[in-house]
Each structure stands twice: as structure tokens, then as C-alpha cells.
């Protein structure tokens, strides 16, 4: 059973900083690219950052320069570092895992799996 939870969510003041971690279990996870994704209220859900087994990286323009995925592969972690976070990224963030790293980047909603979430709220 493929499980990815996410943790690292929580309340933080415009221009701070916040950890998300993603745990993965029941796959072969360098098998996978391992993505975050987001939906803020009355939105449709959008790619944050992806990246490959290999480390190479993708991230929605509106991130760039503020925030970093990275993942530890013999852990089997994903993460997103958030700086300089902004009211706009409130939002619901979701750890996915897909075969395809097109797939992901395309920001299709069809991963192969889903995290259940975890809630980002940034205050001004």
C-alpha cells in the first residue's frame, strides 16, 4: 500500500519560512518524480515544484527564487523549503508521486499517487 504523508503545515507571518516533508512508503521511490502541488481557495490545484530521481528540478514561476525541493532518496523524504512566503501562497499543498516526470510538469492532476495534505496558511 503506497503511502505519502505529508507533515510541516502550519501558520507562519508574510516573508517567513516553513518545512514541508513528504514521507513515501509501498513504492519504488527512485522510480518516481516526486512533486508538491497546491490549492488555495476557490482554485484549481497547480504544480509547485517537481523533481526527478536524478535531482533535476522544475518549478511554477510564481515560486522561483523563494522556495526548494529537494528529496533524500535512501530516506525516502521529499521536501519543500518556503521562504520569503507571501499571503498568495496559502494554500493546501499536496506531496504526489508519477513514472513520468512530463506528466508532472504538465501539472495534470492524475498522478499516479496523492498525500492527503497539508495546510499552509501565510498571515500579513
Known amino acids: 500500500q503506497v503511502q505519502l504523508v505529508e507533515s510541516g503545515g502550519g501558520s507562519v507571518q508574510a516573508g517567513g519560512s516553513l518545512r514541508l516533508s513528504c514521507a513515501a512508503s509501498?513504492?519504488?521511490?527512485?522510480?518516481?518524480?516526486m512533486g508538491w502541488f497546491r490549492q488555495a481557495p476557490g482554485k484549481q490545484r497547480e504544480l509547485v515544484a517537481a523533481?526527478?530521481?536524478?535531482?533535476?528540478?522544475k518549478y511554477a514561476d510564481s515560486v522561483k527564487g523563494r522556495f526548494t525541493i529537494s528529496r533524500d532518496n535512501a530516506q525516502r523524504m521529499v521536501y519543500l523549503q518556503m521562504n520569503s512566503v507571501k499571503a498568495e501562497d496559502t494554500a493546501v499543498y499536496y506531496c504526489a508521486a508519477d513514472r513520468s516526470y512530463l506528466q508532472m510538469v504538465a501539472g495534470s492532476n492524475g498522478m499516479d499517487y496523492w498525500g492527503k495534505g497539508t495546510l499552509v496558511t501565510v498571515s500579513t
Open positions: 523533481i526527478t530521481s536524478g535531482g533535476s528540478t
Open positions: 509501498g513504492l519504488t521511490f527512485g522510480s518516481y518524480t
